[in-house]
């Protein structure tokens, strides 16, 4: 944005952006703002994800006139719009254009579901084309696909912990991400009931070493095959080391049989930020096929 726009529009895009958080067990917003004065904008454009602010009122020579340009060299006549790619591979670039901050403010209430999704769909996308770059353990891979009828993609690094008819536990080293995958038949089985209470049956039985905390409970969504499906996060404690973290829990409803996948992600990264973390794991699970 240009320096007035930002002086008018800076609390009202944080309080939007700022509103998606999860507590790692510390508050971690999933979008990190960075504002970028406009005569910075060759040295960031190769970022993968920007939003170009323009405010009419106060009046600018700089953000508006360049934005109006890249619209108009677009074909762009909406005030919000979306474009892939502009300055860089693998980069979504969307243009907010309002009259005033009354204005703004009413986009972003409107609108702002969709632009969360127009990015959140970049980062899962770029996450993912991370995590397949890291090599492939086929061996896992045909070990959960035999398991579960599952195709997943599974890391070079990471190792069989532990396996039952019903529950396999893989993980890697430091950072330290565990995924757990446990197959149930549906029937006596509805998502209404707590998951957490499954999740911690499960852990005992299988004598993982962690307990989840009944606090920091929440729930979220993740795009997965064309469906909103929930995500359920929570913090854990690990016995053993005395430590522990943020989870996951994600419920995968195979509708050509009558079993579901809870598929878990479990993440320890001692004083560091776990988001990126976290993000991959929604990333690996979105592109999960029965």
Not at 105 to 128: C, D, G, T
Not at 173 to 193: A, S
């Amino acid at each position: 944005s240009s320096d007035e726009d930002r002086v008018v529009s800076e609390h009202i895009i944080e309080y939007y952006f700022n509103q998606r958080s999860i507590m790692t067990p510390q508050e971690e917003y999933v979008y990190s703002i960075d504002w970028i004065p406009l005569e910075s904008l060759n040295k960031s454009k190769l970022g993968r994800n920007i939003l170009l602010l323009s405010i009419e009122h106060p009046i600018d020579n700089t953000i508006d006139i360049l934005t109006n340009k890249i619209c108009s060299n677009n074909n762009i006549s909406e005030d919000l719009s979306s474009l892939k790619n502009l300055f860089a591979k693998n980069q979504q670039l969307i243009i907010i254009k309002a009259l005033d901050t009354i204005d703004l403010e009413n986009k972003l209430r409107n609108h702002f579901h969709w632009i969360a999704e127009e990015y959140n769909e970049n980062i899962y996308s770029n996450y993912y084309d991370y995590i397949v770059s890291k090599g492939q353990n086929i061996e896992l891979e045909s070990i959960i696909a035999d398991k579960f009828n599952l195709s997943m993609f599974v890391q070079e690094d990471y190792n069989l912990i532990k396996q039952d008819d019903d529950f396999i536990w893989i993980g890697r080293g430091y950072p330290y991400r565990w995924i757990m995958l446990y197959n149930m038949k549906k029937v006596g089985f509805n998502e209404t009931d707590n998951l957490y209470d499954l999740f911690n049956a499960i852990l005992d039985s299988n004598e993982v070493g962690i307990e989840i905390q009944s606090g920091y409970r929440k729930k979220t969504t993740l795009q997965y095959n064309d469906l909103d499906i929930d995500i359920y996060r929570g913090l854990y404690d690990h016995k053993q080391s005395q430590t522990g973290g943020p989870f996951a829990l994600y419920l995968l409803d195979n509708i050509n049989s009558d079993e579901v996948i809870l598929v878990a992600s479990v993440i320890n990264n001692p004083g560091n930020t776990k988001m990126p973390h976290l993000l991959q794991m929604d990333a690996l699970v979105r592109n999960i096929n029965f």
